[in-house]
């Protein structure tokens, strides 16, 4: 089959579900490339994939037998300046895709490995479309194993590791990898406790960030954060605190 593939956010961010869809499909012998719509010439299948909501969608005809889009940008639409999920345009990944080992050679990455732990979070803020994408819950979807080999840099996308009952395996992971790990989602401070805090103090990183979104967690946020202070060392010039305003 010959494959197209269409980054519709651009490619400044690389995107994981179309590095699992091109690992895929070369493992199955099948050409794929970045769709050019006057160079590509017919495909046998085209993938769109969008994270943002507020991304256009791709303006080109697109000559294909068939055209698959998928993404949170095509699930989850903008409606009275509120964004809202909608569960009959989310496209999953089949399983043998999904826990397939991306092809980062789609984006030229060389020595970082991009990934989920975990999905789902129990917090269900409601300007947070995770609670109805993935549950209420944080649960275990992957070892690090799947889609890290070696490289120097990881960048976590879990919405909120440390509330996975299986937290403390997955942050050991992390620790022997001894790779550089971005939580780039965020850490829940309100969940840490001391073990968790000597646990991420043993994991390599150059900056942590906490999400201090809803105003009247300060109670519970101002002593979780003086105790990871003291427990770790760690002050402000390697973690910082992003604060939600005027929601």
């Not at 129990?122 to 819950?137: A, M, Q």
């Not at 275990?140 to 590791?161: T, Y």
């Not at 001391?194 to 999400?211: D, G, P, S, T, V």
């Amino acid at each position: 089959m010959k494959i197209g593939l269409i980054d519709v956010d651009g490619h400044n961010y690389p995107n994981l579900p179309l590095m699992k869809i091109s690992a895929y499909h070369k493992a199955r012998g099948d050409t794929v490339e970045w769709y050019e719509p006057l160079m590509s010439g017919h495909m046998d299948r085209v993938y769109m994939s969008k994270v943002f909501s507020f991304t256009d969608d791709y303006q080109f005809v697109i000559d294909a037998d068939e055209i698959i889009k998928g993404g949170s940008g095509y699930c989850i639409e903008t409606e009275n300046g509120k964004e809202k999920y909608n569960a009959e345009k989310d496209i999953c990944l089949p399983d043998e895709i999904e826990h397939i080992y991306p092809d980062y050679r789609l984006y030229g990455i060389e020595n970082t490995a991009y990934g989920f732990l975990t999905r789902g979070c129990p917090r269900g803020c409601n300007f947070c479309h995770v609670k109805d994408k993935e549950g209420l819950i944080s649960r275990k979807v992957a070892d690090l194993s799947e889609f890290w080999r070696g490289q120097k840099n990881i960048v976590l996308c879990d919405p909120n590791i440390l509330a996975c009952k299986e937290c403390d395996s997955l942050l050991q992971q992390l620790i022997d990898s001894k790779a550089y790990v971005d939580f780039n989602q965020g850490l829940d401070i309100r969940l840490m406790t001391a073990e968790k805090a000597e646990m991420i103090k043993q994991i390599k990183f150059k900056q942590l960030h906490f999400a201090w979104d809803r105003y009247d967690d300060g109670k519970i946020i101002l002593p979780k954060l003086k105790m990871f202070n003291k427990k770790t060392g760690i002050n402000e010039r390697k973690a910082i605190v992003y604060v939600l305003c005027n929601y």
